[in-house]
């Protein structure tokens, strides 16, 4: 059973960096074809898809955010852990870790961790 | 990017009624479309992926169609827990796998 956990502060200052760590249990990181990923959702807005890494440890961004995103994995704890610089007040929302795999459902997200909601303000 | 557009973005229906959600991609991407449902505090639940397949457990009122730039989402005979929003997202080549902005459905 695929299961997902996000984790992290609930609020952060503007100019902040944000650090959220997702936890994950029931697949490896190292089997070809996987990876996991950050999409976030403010509030009463649409989803937005943020960061994945691969068991291969390529890393692919959102374009409008790359400069400010850093993913990436930890194997010996099952993690995967995700920065974002400069925090804004824009940036407050739910934050889901995925599960995604290529070989499956031709890389849809079956499997979301609960949601972390971050805001950001001072 | 890859330009998700869903239409409408919101639609009042009643329990029984047919209802169809479009999503338009600025580019070809084959069928490397999916279809998730929200509900208010909850993650998005997938419900239909490559276009057409039913994701297992998912109500056989659901359905999916397109391909190329064009993709459709329909609901045979609504239920009310089918009133959620309805998201659309592309998963063509490589990242970023862009979501469309959503479709809310309400209770008429």
């Known amino acids: 059973q695929i299961t997902l956990k996000e984790s992290g502060p609930t609020l952060v200052k503007p100019t902040q960096t944000l650090t959220l760590t997702c936890t994950f249990s029931?697949?490896?990181?190292?089997?070809?074809?996987?990876?996991v990923g950050w999409i976030r959702q403010p509030p009463g807005k649409a989803l937005e898809w943020l960061a994945l890494i691969y068991w291969d440890d390529e890393k692919r961004y959102s374009p409008s955010l790359e400069s400010r995103l850093t993913i990436a994995r930890d194997t010996s704890e099952n993690q995967v852990v995700l920065t974002m610089t400069k925090m804004d007040p824009v940036d407050t929302g739910t934050y889901y870790c995925?599960?995604?795999?290529?070989?499956?459902?031709?890389?849809?997200?079956?499997?979301w961790g609960q949601g972390t909601l971050v805001t950001v303000s001072s | 990017d890859i330009q998700m557009t869903q239409s409408p973005s919101s639609l009042s229906a009643s329990v029984g009624d047919r209802v169809t959600i479009s999503c338009r991609a600025s580019?070809?991407?084959?069928?490397?479309l999916n279809w998730y449902h929200q509900k208010p505090g909850k993650a998005p639940k997938l419900l239909i992926y490559?276009?057409?397949s039913l994701q297992s457990g998912v109500p056989s009122r659901f359905s999916g169609s397109g391909s190329g730039t064009d993709f459709t989402l329909t609901i045979s005979s609504l239920q009310p827990e089918d009133f959620a929003t309805y998201y659309c997202q592309q998963t063509y080549s490589t990242p970023p796998y862009t979501f469309g902005q959503g479709t809310k459905l309400e209770i008429k």
């Open positions: 580019q070809s991407i084959a069928s490397y």
């Open positions: 490559a276009a057409s």
């Open positions: 029931g697949f490896s990181l190292f089997t070809s074809g996987v990876g």
């Open positions: 995925t599960h995604f795999d290529r070989t499956m459902f031709r890389g849809a997200l079956e499997y």
